[in-house]
């Protein structure tokens, strides 16, 4: 079964530096990977996703995330926080480009400190 | 990317009433819509598949007769939770899957459900 494992539920950077949040990811077939952010009381948006083309996949609003097939690995980056980056953020996998849903990881809430 | 809309976005009501939740997939049709609940500070769970057309899906420990999804239209998907209780609070979101077939979901807006 596939499962996705965040490291880190809350992450704290000062604005200008660089965010990392980490997500590890179990799949029997080669997956597919995303990143969602989630405002209060919102929806999720879609960050960026990998789906067996680049490994390295540049997203939205200066994000990005690199799939490491030897360390079953999908980190978020960004070189600079900004104070709006301030949100919840979700690593999903899915094993199937279908209808299937995506298994979810618990999160990780990032605060940027001016 | 896919606009898909929940009404309503908060919603309180008292104990034992029967709230309904619609999600709308504006811009394409979807024949599967995806349910998830969401407590504080917590992941998504999933817990059902709407089926267009067909009854739902529903994950261990969902009880069905509690949480009645139906998918009546490729656009409209709802979700009744019938006798609410305040452990059935929660942040509920709908999703549709893209066209594209890249695994990819598009959310809703979520609705905040209280129960008194």
């Known amino acids: 079964a596939q499962s996705v494992t965040q490291l880190g539920s809350h992450v704290s950077v000062s604005e200008g530096a660089l965010v990392l949040l980490r997500c590890n990811y179990s799949s029997s077939v080669p997956p597919y990977l995303f990143w969602y952010v989630q405002y209060p009381n919102q929806g999720l948006q879609l960050l960026l996703k990998y789906t067996s083309a680049a490994t390295l996949v540049k997203g939205i609003n200066g994000f990005e995330a690199e799939f490491k097939k030897s360390e079953t690995s999908f980190h978020l980056t960004k070189p600079s926080a900004h104070m709006s980056d301030a949100a919840e953020y979700f690593c999903?996998?899915?094993?199937?480009?279908?209808?299937?849903?995506?298994?979810f990881g618990k999160g990780t809430r990032l605060s940027v400190i001016a | 990317g896919a606009v898909v809309s929940q009404h309503p976005s908060r919603v309180i009501c008292k104990s034992g009433t029967s709230v309904k939740i619609e999600c709308r997939s504006l811009d394409f049709q979807a024949t599967t819509m995806f349910w998830y609940r969401q407590f504080p500070k917590q992941s998504l769970m999933l817990m059902a598949t709407s089926n267009e057309g067909s009854k739902a899906t529903y994950e261990q420990g969902v009880e069905k007769d509690k949480f009645l999804i139906n998918h009546a239209s490729l656009t409209l998907s709802t979700l009744t939770v019938t006798s609410a209780h305040p452990e059935d609070s929660s942040f509920y979101i709908c999703?549709?899957?893209?066209?594209?077939?890249?695994?990819?979901?598009?959310f809703g807006e979520g609705s905040r459900l209280t129960v008194l």
């Open positions: 999903a996998v899915s094993e199937n480009s279908g209808n299937t849903p995506l298994v």
């Open positions: 999703s549709v899957p893209g066209t594209g077939q890249t695994g990819e979901l598009f």
